[in-house]
């Protein structure tokens, strides 16, 4: 870079309480996508590769801090919170002298790399604004500007009069300036306004005053520059967001029945030929291969689905792998540790949990697989419970390949039960099975012949 500008350094404003929200939380850490909107804004920031990165954080912001751990942060506090004048004052004595400072606001959550870079490169001259028009009524501050187009100062909505509050550029709050003319202006704000707060919107008069440059540039989409400010303003993004990663996903490949009802809370990667129905929720870590097929209503979190597997509608996966042309579903619950190899069926009402289920075994119906180990072409039948936990300790069930273990049978671990064993339906099997044998603890059927069912007495007012 030419001039006196040598390296950038970026000042994130996260201090504001976000009294809109009426939340308890501060408003930073309220989450888009599942993670706070102060991480988004970092995740750009660093994407940036600047020299440092300074988080103006609030009193009693604690909080903050504690959510973003680690020594990449250089952390400011900005005791009161007196306007965002003062708060990026409070950063600068931490900035080097010959830095290019570009302020970025914590609760500006989906603004992007390109547009920043293109703001840091018309900023080595003087102040670069990033302005925008607003597609809906909004109370940002209006950019004013003079006959020729000049940039003249910037208003904010509390302090406007009419004529200003009907001007349709408006600024984002974002802006990149030598850290010197930062230094020189900041200073000399005053609190003599509608809100009584510090204004950093003001440096601009005094720069035009000084007869430095102003340059503008916009994003290419006004979303990328909204801010939050309420549970709707919120709500409103993360529709955005997920509409971007939806489209994202279909441009890759993804058939989505319904972009608008599709959430991804972390990362989806997604092979080809990928359906997804409506309403799924996608969270941390999820990967679904080539010609996976999601139903309905499905919550998958932290994941792997294997090629051509296909989850029925109302299943919820969490911290499992599922192996190639399973079928999951519908309403079958997956628990972390569970492993289903290829071919498996797990049906309906079942939860399995730590638990590795062989290649082509059967569950289908209302059972409850944990702490288990299930090899190949096993059919276990309705209702069967591993019975796992003694009140203290979780112990193991082991079943060899192709056994068939019969319906409403409780298999009490620790319990072996061999390949090829059949275990007889209604048995509680509390000793190891051996294997290829037919094991069944079941009491012995009779019939009382002659017996005849109880008789209610006559009444005789109904005859
Ligand atoms: C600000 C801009 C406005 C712009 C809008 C865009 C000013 C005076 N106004 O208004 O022109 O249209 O953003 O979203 O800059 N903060 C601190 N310390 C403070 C005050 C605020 O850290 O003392 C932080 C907040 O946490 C927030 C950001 O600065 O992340 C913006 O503050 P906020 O009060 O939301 O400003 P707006 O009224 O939205
Ligand atoms: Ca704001």
């Known amino acids: 870079m030419q001039g006196p500008v040598s390296s950038l350094e970026i000042i994130i404003l996260a201090a504001g309480q976000g009294r809109r929200m009426a939340s308890a939380k501060p408003k930073v850490l309220h989450t888009l996508a599942g993670r706070p909107l102060l991480a988004h804004v970092l995740d750009t920031a660093m994407a940036l590769a600047p020299r440092a990165i300074h988080v103006v954080y609030g009193h009693g912001g604690e909080q903050v801090r504690e959510a973003f751990p680690g020594p990449a942060l250089n952390w400011v506090l900005q005791a009161e919170q007196r306007g965002t004048g003062d708060a990026v004052g409070c950063a600068l004595p931490r900035l080097a002298e010959d830095t290019l400072a570009l302020v970025l606001l914590g609760d500006v959550p989906l603004i992007t790399k390109d547009t920043l870079k293109t703001l840091c490169a018309r900023a080595a001259a003087g102040v670069a604004l990033l302005t925008f028009e607003a597609a809906h009524e909004n109370q940002y501050g209006r950019i004013v500007r003079d006959d020729e187009g000049r940039v003249m100062r910037i208003v904010e909505w509390r302090d406007a009069d009419r004529a200003q509050r009907a001007l349709r550029e408006v600024n984002s709050g974002v802006l990149a300036a030598p850290a010197a003319h930062l230094r020189r202006y900041i200073p000399r704000l005053s609190a003599a306004n509608a809100q009584g707060e510090i204004y950093l919107t003001d440096v601009i008069a005094l720069a035009v005053a000084d007869g430095l440059a102003v340059a503008t540039t916009s994003p290419r989409c006004a979303s990328e520059v909204e801010g939050v400010n309420s549970r709707a303003d919120l709500a409103a993004l993360e529709r955005v967001f997920q509409e971007q990663q939806a489209a994202a996903q279909m441009a890759a490949g993804v058939q989505l029945m319904d972009p608008r009802r599709f959430d991804v809370r972390g990362t989806l990667t997604a ?65 972390p540790g569970t492993v289903l190899d290829g071919r498996a069926r797990v049906g309906n009402f079942v939860e399995i949990k730590a638990a590795r289920v062989g290649m082509g075994t059967k569950i289908n119906h209302l059972s409850y697989v944990g702490d288990a180990m299930i090899g190949q072409g096993v059919n276990i039948g309705a209702g069967v419970i591993t019975c796992n936990y003694d009140g203290a300790q979780k112990h193991r069930t082991v079943i060899g390949d192709r056994a068939f273990i019969g319906s409403d049978s409780q298999l009490v671990a620790p319990v072996e039960i061999g390949a090829d064993a059949t275990i007889g339906a209604g048995s509680t099997v509390t000793r190891d099975a051996p294997a290829g044998e037919l094991t069944l603890s079941r009491a012995v059927q009779k019939t009382v012949s002659g017996w005849r069912r109880p008789e209610k007495p006559a009444r005789p007012d109904k005859e």
């Open 271 to 335: 092979g080809r030929d990928v359906q997804i129905d409506v309403n799924c929720v996608f969270e941390g870590r999820v990967e679904l291969a080539d010609d996976v097929r999601i139903g309905a209503h499905c919550v998958i979190r932290d994941s792997r689905i294997a090629r051509g597997a296909r989850i029925e509608a109302h299943t919820v996966i969490d911290g499992a792998e599922v192996g190639p042309d399973c079928v999951v579903g519908p309403f079958a619950r997956l628990r």
